[in-house]
Protein backbone atom coordinates (compact mmCIF):
# COMPACT_ATOMS: atom_id res chain seq x y z
CA UNK A 1 0.00 0.00 0.00
CA UNK A 2 0.99 3.67 -0.36
CA UNK A 3 1.08 5.23 2.91
CA UNK A 4 1.13 8.25 4.07
CA UNK A 5 2.84 8.56 7.76
CA UNK A 6 2.69 11.48 10.08
CA UNK A 7 5.42 11.95 12.71
CA UNK A 8 7.69 9.93 10.77
CA UNK A 9 10.67 11.90 12.45
CA UNK A 10 9.81 11.38 16.02
CA UNK A 11 10.14 8.88 18.47
CA UNK A 12 7.60 6.27 17.09
CA UNK A 13 7.32 6.92 13.48
CA UNK A 14 11.48 6.14 13.69
CA UNK A 15 10.62 2.96 14.15
CA UNK A 16 7.29 2.41 12.37
CA UNK A 17 8.95 3.41 9.16
CA UNK A 18 11.43 0.42 8.60
CA UNK A 19 8.87 -1.88 9.94
CA UNK A 20 6.40 -0.72 7.11
CA UNK A 21 8.68 -0.62 4.21
CA UNK A 22 9.88 -4.27 5.62
CA UNK A 23 6.32 -5.57 4.93
CA UNK A 24 6.32 -3.90 1.87
CA UNK A 25 4.49 -0.37 1.72
CA UNK A 26 5.27 2.16 -0.19
CA UNK A 27 5.93 5.16 2.58
CA UNK A 28 6.00 8.50 2.75
CA UNK A 29 6.51 10.81 5.59
CA UNK A 30 5.37 14.13 6.91
CA UNK A 31 6.92 15.84 9.81
CA UNK A 32 7.34 19.63 10.85
CA UNK A 33 11.35 17.65 11.31
CA UNK A 34 11.55 19.34 15.14
CA UNK A 35 13.20 16.25 16.07
CA UNK A 36 14.65 15.29 12.93
CA UNK A 37 18.24 16.14 14.28
CA UNK A 38 18.27 14.73 17.35
CA UNK A 39 19.27 11.38 16.91
CA UNK A 40 21.19 8.81 19.66
CA UNK A 41 23.81 6.74 17.41
CA UNK A 42 23.76 5.80 13.42
CA UNK A 43 21.70 8.43 11.56
CA UNK A 44 18.36 7.02 10.01
CA UNK A 45 17.23 6.68 6.73
CA UNK A 46 14.14 8.60 6.53
CA UNK A 47 11.35 7.67 3.66
CA UNK A 48 10.73 10.50 1.19
CA UNK A 49 9.62 13.36 3.42
CA UNK A 50 7.04 16.12 3.34
CA UNK A 51 8.73 18.68 5.75
CA UNK A 52 4.89 20.37 6.74
CA UNK A 53 2.75 21.42 9.50
CA UNK A 54 -0.16 19.22 9.56
CA UNK A 55 -1.82 22.66 10.31
CA UNK A 56 -1.15 23.61 6.89
CA UNK A 57 -1.68 19.92 4.65
CA UNK A 58 -3.88 20.23 1.61
CA UNK A 59 -6.15 17.77 -0.18
CA UNK A 60 -3.32 17.59 -2.80
CA UNK A 61 -0.84 16.44 -0.67
CA UNK A 62 -2.64 13.31 0.60
CA UNK A 63 -4.06 12.52 -2.98
CA UNK A 64 -2.91 8.57 -4.40
CA UNK A 65 -2.12 7.41 -0.57
CA UNK A 66 -4.38 4.59 0.27
CA UNK A 67 -3.94 4.92 3.46
CA UNK A 68 -2.28 7.51 6.42
CA UNK A 69 -1.22 6.56 9.73
CA UNK A 70 -1.39 9.42 12.03
CA UNK A 71 1.34 9.74 14.54
CA UNK A 72 2.36 13.53 14.73
CA UNK A 73 0.94 15.38 17.60
CA UNK A 74 2.46 17.04 20.40
CA UNK A 75 3.33 13.98 22.16
CA UNK A 76 2.90 13.93 25.85
CA UNK A 77 1.31 15.15 29.32
CA UNK A 78 3.72 18.13 30.07
CA UNK A 79 3.66 19.37 26.76
CA UNK A 80 0.32 19.61 26.49
CA UNK A 81 -0.52 21.18 29.40
CA UNK A 82 2.45 23.86 28.34
CA UNK A 83 0.18 25.32 25.76
CA UNK A 84 -3.48 24.02 25.70
CA UNK A 85 -4.78 25.79 23.23
CA UNK A 86 -1.65 24.86 20.69
CA UNK A 87 -2.71 21.46 22.18
CA UNK A 88 -6.39 21.53 20.51
CA UNK A 89 -5.39 23.32 17.60
CA UNK A 90 -2.62 20.95 16.70
CA UNK A 91 -3.93 17.52 18.43
CA UNK A 92 -7.61 17.86 17.88
CA UNK A 93 -8.40 20.54 15.16
CA UNK A 94 -5.84 19.70 12.68
CA UNK A 95 -5.96 16.09 13.50
CA UNK A 96 -9.43 15.67 12.40
CA UNK A 97 -9.00 17.92 9.57
CA UNK A 98 -6.22 15.54 8.30
CA UNK A 99 -8.74 12.74 8.67
CA UNK A 100 -11.46 15.00 6.69
CA UNK A 101 -8.80 16.00 4.07
CA UNK A 102 -7.81 11.92 3.44
CA UNK A 103 -11.15 11.08 2.95
CA UNK A 104 -12.20 13.99 0.37
CA UNK A 105 -8.33 13.01 -1.19
CA UNK A 106 -9.79 8.99 -1.40
CA UNK A 107 -7.68 7.70 1.32
CA UNK A 108 -8.90 4.35 1.96
CA UNK A 109 -8.15 3.87 5.50
CA UNK A 110 -6.86 6.29 8.48
CA UNK A 111 -5.24 4.89 11.81
CA UNK A 112 -5.45 7.30 14.11
CA UNK A 113 -2.13 6.94 17.26
CA UNK A 114 -4.29 7.27 20.62
CA UNK A 115 -3.43 6.61 24.09
CA UNK A 116 -4.48 4.62 27.08
CA UNK A 117 -4.13 7.88 29.35
CA UNK A 118 -7.73 8.48 27.90
CA UNK A 119 -8.88 6.20 30.83
CA UNK A 120 -7.39 8.55 33.33
CA UNK A 121 -7.63 7.11 37.39
CA UNK A 122 -8.91 4.06 36.80
CA UNK A 123 -8.43 2.52 39.73
CA UNK A 124 -6.57 -1.31 40.02
CA UNK A 125 -9.50 -3.60 37.77
CA UNK A 126 -8.89 -3.95 34.26
CA UNK A 127 -10.53 -1.54 31.71
CA UNK A 128 -11.32 -2.33 28.39
CA UNK A 129 -12.52 -0.35 25.53
CA UNK A 130 -16.25 -0.03 26.51
CA UNK A 131 -14.77 1.74 29.46
CA UNK A 132 -15.83 5.19 30.80
CA UNK A 133 -12.83 7.68 29.16
CA UNK A 134 -11.39 10.24 31.84
CA UNK A 135 -8.65 12.37 29.92
CA UNK A 136 -7.47 14.93 32.81
CA UNK A 137 -5.26 17.12 30.62
CA UNK A 138 -5.57 18.63 26.92
CA UNK A 139 -3.26 16.05 25.57
CA UNK A 140 -5.82 13.13 26.35
CA UNK A 141 -8.70 15.07 25.88
CA UNK A 142 -7.85 15.98 22.70
CA UNK A 143 -7.34 11.88 21.47
CA UNK A 144 -10.88 11.27 23.45
CA UNK A 145 -12.50 14.05 20.74
CA UNK A 146 -10.07 12.92 17.45
CA UNK A 147 -11.58 8.88 18.51
CA UNK A 148 -15.34 10.64 18.41
CA UNK A 149 -14.62 12.86 14.86
CA UNK A 150 -13.39 9.80 13.29
CA UNK A 151 -16.76 7.78 14.06
CA UNK A 152 -18.27 10.58 12.41
CA UNK A 153 -16.20 10.24 9.39
CA UNK A 154 -15.96 6.53 8.75
CA UNK A 155 -17.92 4.80 6.15
CA UNK A 156 -18.08 2.12 3.85
CA UNK A 157 -15.23 4.40 1.67
CA UNK A 158 -12.92 5.71 4.89
CA UNK A 159 -11.78 2.62 7.37
CA UNK A 160 -10.94 4.59 10.69
CA UNK A 161 -9.12 2.94 13.48
CA UNK A 162 -8.15 4.40 17.28
CA UNK A 163 -4.86 3.00 18.18
CA UNK A 164 -4.73 3.64 22.45
CA UNK A 165 -1.34 2.76 23.03
CA UNK A 166 0.32 2.03 26.55
CA UNK A 167 3.27 4.61 27.22
CA UNK A 168 5.79 3.43 24.95
CA UNK A 169 9.59 2.39 26.13
CA UNK A 170 12.61 0.98 24.10
CA UNK A 171 15.03 1.88 22.24
CA UNK A 172 14.62 4.27 18.83
CA UNK A 173 17.09 7.05 17.05
CA UNK A 174 15.24 9.58 17.80
CA UNK A 175 15.08 8.64 21.39
CA UNK A 176 12.78 10.27 24.11
CA UNK A 177 14.09 10.23 27.64
CA UNK A 178 10.59 11.85 29.16
CA UNK A 179 9.16 8.26 29.31
CA UNK A 180 9.05 6.16 32.25
CA UNK A 181 11.20 3.36 31.53
CA UNK A 182 13.94 5.01 29.52
CA UNK A 183 14.09 7.87 31.80
CA UNK A 184 14.59 5.49 34.74
CA UNK A 185 17.35 3.65 32.71
CA UNK A 186 18.85 6.85 31.38
CA UNK A 187 18.84 8.44 34.76
CA UNK A 188 20.14 4.83 36.58
CA UNK A 189 23.36 4.55 34.06
CA UNK A 190 24.14 8.60 34.67
CA UNK A 191 24.05 8.75 38.36
CA UNK A 192 23.54 5.07 40.24
CA UNK A 193 20.63 5.91 41.10
CA UNK A 194 16.60 4.64 40.23
CA UNK A 195 14.81 7.79 41.05
CA UNK A 196 11.42 7.50 41.47
CA UNK A 197 9.70 11.07 42.41
CA UNK A 198 5.88 9.65 43.24
CA UNK A 199 5.17 6.83 45.97
CA UNK A 200 5.78 3.97 43.07
CA UNK A 201 2.43 2.95 43.51
CA UNK A 202 0.61 4.03 40.20
CA UNK A 203 0.11 1.31 37.38
CA UNK A 204 1.27 2.06 34.20
CA UNK A 205 0.57 -0.33 31.13
CA UNK A 206 3.70 0.01 28.67
CA UNK A 207 4.69 -1.47 25.14
CA UNK A 208 7.63 -1.66 23.25
CA UNK A 209 8.11 1.08 19.80
CA UNK A 210 8.62 -1.77 17.97
CA UNK A 211 5.14 -3.54 18.74
CA UNK A 212 3.57 -0.61 18.73
CA UNK A 213 4.92 -0.77 14.91
CA UNK A 214 3.65 -4.39 14.21
CA UNK A 215 0.58 -3.54 15.63
CA UNK A 216 -0.09 -0.27 13.20
CA UNK A 217 0.78 -2.78 10.41
CA UNK A 218 -1.71 -5.51 10.95
CA UNK A 219 -4.44 -2.81 11.76
CA UNK A 220 -3.13 -1.61 8.24
CA UNK A 221 -3.57 -4.88 6.41
CA UNK A 222 -6.36 -6.08 8.56
CA UNK A 223 -9.79 -6.93 6.52
CA UNK A 224 -12.21 -3.27 6.56
CA UNK A 225 -14.92 -5.13 8.19
CA UNK A 226 -12.74 -6.35 10.86
CA UNK A 227 -11.02 -3.28 12.44
CA UNK A 228 -13.78 -0.62 10.49
CA UNK A 229 -14.40 2.16 13.83
CA UNK A 230 -12.69 0.67 16.15
CA UNK A 231 -10.51 1.20 19.27
CA UNK A 232 -7.97 -1.04 20.14
CA UNK A 233 -5.55 -1.11 23.52
CA UNK A 234 -2.48 -1.68 22.11
CA UNK A 235 -0.12 -3.43 24.91
CA UNK A 236 -0.19 -6.89 26.71
CA UNK A 237 -1.06 -7.13 30.50
CA UNK A 238 1.92 -9.01 31.79
CA UNK A 239 3.43 -5.02 30.73
CA UNK A 240 0.78 -3.74 33.50
CA UNK A 241 3.29 -3.15 36.04
CA UNK A 242 3.47 0.00 39.14
CA UNK A 243 5.99 2.53 38.63
CA UNK A 244 7.90 0.92 41.61
CA UNK A 245 8.04 -2.85 39.21
CA UNK A 246 9.73 -0.82 37.02
CA UNK A 247 12.40 0.90 38.79
CA UNK A 248 12.65 -2.81 40.42
CA UNK A 249 13.37 -4.01 36.61
CA UNK A 250 15.70 -1.27 35.87
CA UNK A 251 17.53 -1.93 39.19
CA UNK A 252 17.81 -5.47 38.11
CA UNK A 253 19.37 -4.72 34.78
CA UNK A 254 21.50 -1.92 36.04
CA UNK A 255 22.22 -2.61 39.30
CA UNK A 256 21.71 1.03 40.38
CA UNK A 257 20.09 1.53 44.15
CA UNK A 258 15.81 2.11 43.77
CA UNK A 259 15.24 5.59 45.19
CA UNK A 260 11.18 6.06 46.10
CA UNK A 261 10.89 9.67 47.02
CA UNK A 262 7.35 9.63 48.08
CA UNK A 263 6.31 12.69 47.18
CA UNK A 264 2.72 13.19 46.04
CA UNK A 265 3.28 13.38 41.87
CA UNK A 266 1.08 15.81 39.34
CA UNK A 267 0.26 12.49 37.48
CA UNK A 268 -3.11 11.72 38.91
CA UNK A 269 -2.95 8.82 36.19
CA UNK A 270 -3.40 4.86 37.01
CA UNK A 271 -4.96 2.34 35.35
CA UNK A 272 -4.35 -1.50 34.37
CA UNK A 273 -5.34 -2.10 30.76
CA UNK A 274 -7.38 -4.94 29.01
CA UNK A 275 -5.85 -5.88 25.84
CA UNK A 276 -7.75 -9.09 24.44
CA UNK A 277 -9.58 -6.77 22.44
CA UNK A 278 -6.28 -6.50 20.47
CA UNK A 279 -5.54 -9.99 20.34
CA UNK A 280 -9.17 -11.17 19.00
CA UNK A 281 -8.80 -8.47 16.13
CA UNK A 282 -5.42 -8.77 14.72
CA UNK A 283 -4.15 -12.45 16.20
CA UNK A 284 -1.36 -12.18 14.04
CA UNK A 285 0.02 -8.66 15.82
CA UNK A 286 2.46 -10.36 18.61
CA UNK A 287 3.10 -8.02 21.68
CA UNK A 288 6.98 -9.50 22.55
CA UNK A 289 9.04 -7.18 24.06
CA UNK A 290 8.85 -7.25 28.31
CA UNK A 291 9.78 -4.50 30.25
CA UNK A 292 13.29 -6.22 31.66
CA UNK A 293 14.22 -6.67 27.19
CA UNK A 294 13.27 -3.36 26.79
CA UNK A 295 15.66 -2.51 30.22
CA UNK A 296 18.26 -4.26 28.77
CA UNK A 297 17.98 -3.05 25.55
CA UNK A 298 18.20 0.21 26.56
CA UNK A 299 20.98 -0.28 28.79
CA UNK A 300 23.05 -1.67 25.68
CA UNK A 301 21.85 1.56 23.34
CA UNK A 302 22.89 4.13 25.88
CA UNK A 303 26.21 2.52 26.19
CA UNK A 304 27.11 1.85 23.04
CA UNK A 305 26.35 5.44 21.69
CA UNK A 306 27.21 7.43 24.89
CA UNK A 307 24.03 8.88 26.31
CA UNK A 308 25.26 12.47 27.96
CA UNK A 309 23.79 14.00 30.49
CA UNK A 310 23.01 16.88 28.00
CA UNK A 311 21.27 14.33 26.06
CA UNK A 312 19.40 13.29 28.56
CA UNK A 313 17.83 15.99 29.93
CA UNK A 314 17.68 18.07 26.95
CA UNK A 315 17.84 16.93 23.06
CA UNK A 316 15.51 13.72 24.00
CA UNK A 317 12.99 15.86 26.13
CA UNK A 318 10.23 16.91 23.74
CA UNK A 319 9.35 19.99 25.78
CA UNK A 320 13.52 21.18 26.06
CA UNK A 321 13.93 20.93 22.63
CA UNK A 322 10.38 22.97 21.55
CA UNK A 323 11.77 26.07 23.70
CA UNK A 324 15.07 25.44 22.27
CA UNK A 325 13.67 26.38 18.84
CA UNK A 326 11.40 29.00 20.66
CA UNK A 327 14.48 30.36 21.69
CA UNK A 328 16.38 29.91 18.83
CA UNK A 329 13.62 31.83 17.23
CA UNK A 330 12.50 29.09 14.88
CA UNK A 331 9.29 28.63 16.42
CA UNK A 332 6.77 31.44 17.24
CA UNK A 333 4.88 30.98 20.69
CA UNK A 334 1.61 29.39 18.06
CA UNK A 335 4.61 26.46 17.46
CA UNK A 336 4.68 27.33 13.66
CA UNK A 337 7.59 28.43 11.65
CA UNK A 338 7.90 32.60 11.20
N1 LIG B 1 5.45 7.67 23.02
C1 LIG B 1 4.45 7.22 23.75
O1 LIG B 1 4.63 6.72 24.86
C2 LIG B 1 3.04 7.27 23.21
C3 LIG B 1 2.03 6.60 23.91
C4 LIG B 1 0.73 6.68 23.45
C5 LIG B 1 0.45 7.41 22.31
N2 LIG B 1 1.44 8.05 21.65
C6 LIG B 1 1.10 8.81 20.45
O2 LIG B 1 1.84 8.34 19.34
C7 LIG B 1 2.16 9.43 18.49
C8 LIG B 1 3.67 9.50 18.27
O3 LIG B 1 4.32 9.65 19.52
P1 LIG B 1 5.88 9.86 19.64
O4 LIG B 1 6.26 9.37 20.98
O5 LIG B 1 6.57 9.32 18.46
O6 LIG B 1 5.96 11.45 19.63
P2 LIG B 1 7.17 12.42 19.24
O7 LIG B 1 6.95 13.69 19.96
O8 LIG B 1 8.46 11.71 19.41
O9 LIG B 1 6.96 12.64 17.69
C9 LIG B 1 5.90 13.41 17.16
C10 LIG B 1 6.33 13.92 15.80
O10 LIG B 1 5.27 14.74 15.32
C11 LIG B 1 5.85 15.90 14.73
N3 LIG B 1 4.87 16.98 14.82
C12 LIG B 1 4.38 17.56 15.94
N4 LIG B 1 3.51 18.54 15.62
C13 LIG B 1 3.45 18.57 14.26
C14 LIG B 1 2.72 19.36 13.34
N5 LIG B 1 1.92 20.36 13.74
N6 LIG B 1 2.86 19.11 12.02
C15 LIG B 1 3.71 18.11 11.58
N7 LIG B 1 4.43 17.33 12.42
C16 LIG B 1 4.31 17.57 13.75
C17 LIG B 1 7.10 16.18 15.54
O11 LIG B 1 8.05 16.92 14.79
C18 LIG B 1 7.59 14.77 15.85
O12 LIG B 1 8.53 14.31 14.90
C19 LIG B 1 1.58 10.67 19.13
O13 LIG B 1 0.31 10.93 18.56
C20 LIG B 1 1.44 10.28 20.58
O14 LIG B 1 0.43 11.00 21.22
C21 LIG B 1 2.74 8.00 22.07
Known sequence: MRVLLTGHQGYLGTVMAPVLAAAGHDVVGLDTGWFAGNVLGP??????TLTRDLREV??????????????AALSNDPLGSLAPEITYDINHHASTRLARLSKEAGVGRFLYSSTCSVYGAAGSGLVAEDAELAPFTPYAVSKVRVEADLLDLADDSFTTVSLRNATAFGFSPRLRADIVLNNLVGYALLTGEVLVKSDGTPWRPLVHAADIAEVFTAALEAPAETVQGKALNVGDERN????????????????????????????????????????????????????????????????????????????????????????????????RAP
Open 240 to 335: NVTVAEIAEAVASVTGAEVRITGEAGNDPRSYRVDFSLLRRTLPTARVRHSILDGARELVTAYRTHGLTAADFENRFVRLARIRELQEAGALDAGL
Open 58 to 71: TVADLEGFDAVIHL
Open 43 to 48: VPTDPP
